[in-house]
């Protein structure tokens, strides 16, 4: 011990508790479960220190208790805080047979009505879609419809 009364010990304890809080800190701020694991392992470390155990056993445990509870834990907490996607109103749409309300030109794109709401429309093909038409919806990109013309089975 120093004069001022710190050993080693209580000062790896401290640099160990300052981790644990730093490493809690940037879980709660991400919130992507890639720290919890380190702030256990500064936990495990800095009891260690307590209990007297040189540095080079402390740094051992903090990375074999960080290591395994990932190891162990990660693919559980990945499955468990998955976020679950949700389909939003544009996403509905995909797949939606709608009628040509304006000649679609394949430069100029043109329009479909789509329930009560008129989109704009580009064909993914290259010939004009008449008014009219039956369109298929194959995915949205902002405020267009990219379709395709659906064929009936009297023109095939």
Do not use: Y
Not at 113 to 142: C, F, N
Request: net charge neutral; aromatic share 8%.
């Amino acid at each position: 011990e120093g004069k001022e009364g710190f050993s080693v010990d209580k000062l790896s304890a401290i640099i160990w508790l300052a981790l644990l809080i730093g490493f809690v800190a940037l879980e709660a701020i991400t919130v992507k479960l890639l720290c919890i694991w380190f702030a256990a392992g500064s936990l495990a470390a800095m009891i260690v220190s307590l209990l007297g155990g040189a540095v080079w056993l402390q740094v051992l445990v903090f990375f074999t208790v960080s290591i395994v509870l990932f190891a162990l834990l990660w693919p559980l907490a990945k499955k468990h805080f998955k976020p679950k996607l949700v389909a939003t109103n544009t996403d509905a749409l995909v797949g939606r047979i709608c009628t040509v309300t304006e000649d679609i030109d394949p430069l100029e794109g043109g329009r479909v009505k789509v329930g009560d709401v008129t989109w704009s429309a580009h064909a993914e093909g290259e010939e004009v879609i008449p008014a009219g038409s039956k369109v298929k919806i194959l995915k949205i990109r902002g405020a267009k419809a990219f379709v395709e013309e659906v064929k009936t089975k009297a023109e095939v």
